[in-house]
């Protein structure tokens, strides 16, 4: 089976940088990705990592440790726009399978002013 | 940017009706998924399809669920007898070859399904 955990909830101040924290335990492991979701709306992308190490996408970064079975998403120069539920997902199989994401419960993060 | 759709965005039905939810996934991609989400909760993988048949689902998938591709571009998911507990946002994916940078996944906007 799977288990990911990530903090419920965090408050950050715009302009400030936030760490949102992901541990994780699977079988198959395949991939981490993190995926941003304001409410009501679908999940959309932000990153992946499949490697050890930090992976750096504009404001957003990733970082995996897969001998620890953790990860974390910074976020730099917060924006108000930034408020949203930040979802931590394994894949597990190999490529080409079925490659399902189990996802963790998600971090709601509010920014303030 | 191609993108994957849903319909309708809201459906409301009686408890023991059956609900079709459409989806249309991004044109050249292979691998098809359903997740639901219900209010609050995370998001729960339910099937993944390719290649015209199931390639994997989890114990939420049972038998009053079913999915198909009727044709080269729509992909359904069919609850036969909806239950209270079936409200939920369900959402379809859809990801390309292994050959792409990170063969994410890309999630529609969702439907609503609300059972009464």
């Known amino acids: 089976g799977q288990n990911i955990d990530q903090p419920t909830e965090m408050t950050a101040t715009e302009g400030a940088i936030v760490q949102i924290n992901c541990t994780y335990q699977t079988s198959g492991f395949n991939g981490l990705f993190w995926y941003q979701q304001h409410a009501g709306e679908a999940p959309t992308f932000l990153s992946y990592n499949v490697l050890d190490g930090l992976e750096e996408k504009g404001r957003f970064s990733s970082f995996l440790s897969r001998s620890k079975g953790y990860s974390y998403l910074l976020l730099k120069e917060l924006q108000m726009k930034d408020s949203a539920s930040y979802l931590c997902a394994v894949r597990a199989g190999l490529t080409g399978g079925g490659n399902k994401l189990t996802f963790g419960t998600g971090t709601q993060l509010k920014v303030e002013l | 940017e191609p993108e994957v759709t849903q319909t309708p965005s809201h459906q409301v039905t009686q408890m023991g009706q059956e609900v079709i939810l459409r989806c249309v996934p991004i044109s050249n991609h292979l691998y098809f998924y359903w997740y639901r989400q219900i209010l609050g909760q995370k998001v729960e993988f339910l099937v993944s399809f390719y290649n015209n048949e199931i390639s994997e689902k989890s114990e939420i998938f049972d038998d009053q669920f079913s999915v198909e591709r009727p044709d080269g571009s729509n992909f359904t998911l069919k609850i036969r007898s909806t239950k209270l507990e079936d409200s939920a946002m369900y959402f379809c994916?859809?990801?390309?070859?292994?050959?792409?940078?990170?063969?994410?996944?890309?999630f529609g906007p969702g439907t609503r399904l609300t059972v009464l």
């Open positions: 994916a859809s990801r390309g070859t292994s050959d792409e940078p990170y063969n994410e996944q890309f």
